[in-house]
């Protein structure tokens, strides 16, 4: 999440990811059709900031990742790829190779198969279990590539409280809340047990492999706290029913060390809200996403 942060509070808002993606598109055909004959591609729906297009090769359907032109979205996509790698050998990457642009430009892009997405919400307990699996073979010699740890999500919690609070969108009690379990999490950051953390473990993350389930979209990965990755997933609107019975008792954390993390996640979801515009068509305000986290009996 944090790189979509990035974007929008760069400044880049005049960015034409449309025409972007048709430069892309139109360099993936030339690519494809000269090594592989006639391949069918499309833009893929959904995404914040994707660059990603759905194909048919040697009549086989995949999916292509590829990236925005700068050197940070390449470097992400390729620790994506190597973390993936690690994970699942080549079931998940398949390939990849430099595509060359009609500007000059290059990019780096990603062959996976044609995963089916969920039909229905995750469990708690599968999800938890994900989390552990993804965690485990990496706690004890890391990625690829160093990552950093929750010390930016903290930095960017700061400012996303100072905008949500200045813009009204959250009352003076709450924020001071907020606060107050951001600079818990501040506090104890360095006590807390380690692990790679997905970064952006949600529903449009997650696809089938035959009937396994398996996490995509690694581009934000982090060395982060164990047990994120699942609190995070809760605070999806898909998962909020899960939110009553399951916040709680399911990380090894502490009460209120969840607690600030769940809403860690929702305050940088809402900032995120805020710089795209997004939240203008949202149903359930930030004050209420937060005020309901708060709570919580726990």
């Known amino acids: 999440m944090l790189s979509k942060i990035a974007f929008f509070e760069s400044g880049t808002r005049g ?7 048709e430069r892309v598109l139109a360099a993936l055909r030339r690519h494809l059709n000269s090594d592989h004959g006639e391949a069918v591609v499309k833009p893929a729906q959904g995404g914040t900031l994707g660059v990603c297009f759905d194909a048919v090769i040697a009549g086989e359907r995949r999916f292509l990742k590829t990236h925005l032109p700068d050197t940070a979205a390449r470097e992400r996509l390729a620790g994506e790829a190597a973390i993936l790698h690690r994970l699942h050998g080549d079931a998940v990457v398949q390939d990849r ?4 642009l009609a500007d000059g430009t290059g990019r780096l892009c990603l062959v996976m198969p044609a995963f089916t997405p969920l039909s229905a919400p995750l469990r708690p307990e599968v999800a938890a279990a994900m ?6 073979p990496l706690r004890a010699d890391g990625p690829d590539r160093p990552l950093h740890d929750l010390t930016p999500h903290l930095a960017c919690a700061r400012r996303a409280l100072t905008t949500l609070a200045g813009r009204g969108l959250l009352t003076s009690e709450t924020a ?13 950051l360095a ?3 380690r692990a790679l953390c997905h970064g952006d473990f ?4 997650v696809m089938l492999n035959g009937v396994t389930p398996i996490a995509i979209d690694w581009e934000d990965a982090f060395s982060g706290v164990a047990g994120y990755d699942y609190l995070y997933w809760l605070t999806f609107m898909e998962n909020r029913p899960f939110l009553h019975d399951a916040a709680f008792g399911r990380t090894g954390l ?12 929702v305050l940088l979801k809402s900032y995120l809200a805020v710089l795209s515009g997004a939240y203008l068509t949202h149903k359930v305000t930030a004050e209420a996403r937060i005020a309901g986290i708060l709570g919580l009996p726990g």
């Open 191 to 193: 006590s807390l047990p």
């Open 97 to 100: 190779f430099e595509l060359s």
């Open 176 to 188: 001071a809340d907020v606060g107050a379990l951001i600079a818990l999490l501040e506090d104890r």
């Open 15 to 21: 960015f034409d990811l449309p025409a972007e993606r």
């Open 254 to 265: 502490v009460v209120e060390v969840e607690r600030a993390i769940l809403v860690l996640a």
């Open 131 to 136: 989390v552990e699996g993804w965690s485990a």
């Open 202 to 205: 949600g529903p449009n993350n």
